[in-house]
């Protein structure tokens, strides 16, 4: 019997989320205006759910401390208070960040935070460094081609950067903190750094390490021309306020495959959801 599953708010990432998740469940939804599932006819409105759901999804961010769901495909309103009735006694609860907080909400059900999954990391990557590339298409007045570009760290999204600037031959140095590090952007093709040694002879930076590394004696040293474009979650690598008061360019780009490949994000946390469910059982 094929089970019944409640994507309860969230972003353009959600719909298309709920589109893969539908090639496995019966979806049903909420927290969205109709329209935006005017043209998904294997997801329904949770009117139409008959039972409880078996498993809910909520949006990449938690509740807010009212318990009021992210919701800004909706004209209305949606509160944790609203879903849980709607939940079998032993419903699983897929939310994207912060499973404690989202858990003393549903005290009752199991909460399982996708955003931490390894596999969603490593499908972010690409379209994450992918809508890093197009900020710099974007912003720079030149080329990549040739473009001195620096990368911190040589992480998932620091090694799909690599990759995809190689492609534009970029001249690419990634700023590393050990011999692992080396040994790897040897490997890819690429120079190195010790991170403690960066110098400012780069026209591009890609910041992915959330340690603060670039105060203002740091950022300094590069050209006013720079663009950093910092893509690590908090506490983040670039002191934003050294930026500015010494006038160098940071572009803040969190959350880049929501905004610039919510198909291919969306579809992601489907299969991860999906692939968590079946490993399960």
């Known amino acids: ?28 939804y909420t927290g969205f205006d109709e ?88 499908r972010n990557a690409i379209p994450t460094a992918e809508g890093a590339i197009m900020i710099a298409l974007e912003k720079l007045p030149v080329t990549l081609n040739g473009l001195s570009v620096l990368i911190v760290g040589l992480g998932r999204i620091g090694t799909a950067l690599a990759h995809i600037l190689k492609g534009f031959g970029a001249d690419i140095t990634a700023a590393v903190r050990n011999g692992r590090g080396a040994a790897k952007a040897e490997m890819l093709g690429i120079k190195s750094v010790c991170t403690k040694d960066i110098k400012g002879e780069y026209s591009l930076v890609y910041n992915t390490v959330p340690t603060p590394i670039f105060n203002e004696e740091i950022l300094a040293k590069f050209p006013e021309d720079t663009l950093f474009v910092e893509l690590a979650s908090r506490p983040f690598g670039i002191d934003m306020e050294s930026a500015e008061k010494i006038g160098r360019q940071v572009i803040m780009a969190s959350g880049l495959p929501g905004k610039t490949a919510p198909v291919t994000a969306g579809r992601a946390v489907g299969e991860v959801i999906v692939r968590t469910i079946d490993e399960r059982g």
Do not use: W
């Not at 019944?4 to 893969?20: F, K």
């Not at 032993?90 to 935070?113: C, L, Q, R, W, Y």
């Open 1 to 28: 019997m094929t089970k019944n599953l409640l994507i309860a708010g969230g972003d353009l990432r959600q719909i298309y989320c709920a589109q893969r998740l539908s090639e496995n469940f019966n979806v049903f």
């Open 35 to 122: 329209k935006y599932f005017g043209d998904i006819s294997t997801v329904l409105p949770v009117s139409k759910m008959r039972g409880k759901a078996d498993y809910a999804v909520l949006p990449i961010l938690p509740p807010d401390e009212s318990e009021e769901i992210s919701t800004p495909m909706f004209s209305g309103t949606v509160n944790t208070r609203d879903i849980a009735p709607l939940l079998s006694d032993n419903a699983i609860i897929f939310t994207g960040m912060d499973s404690g907080k989202v858990s003393g909400f549903f005290p009752s059900h199991e909460v399982i935070a996708y955003m931490e999954s390894e596999e969603l990391a490593l």
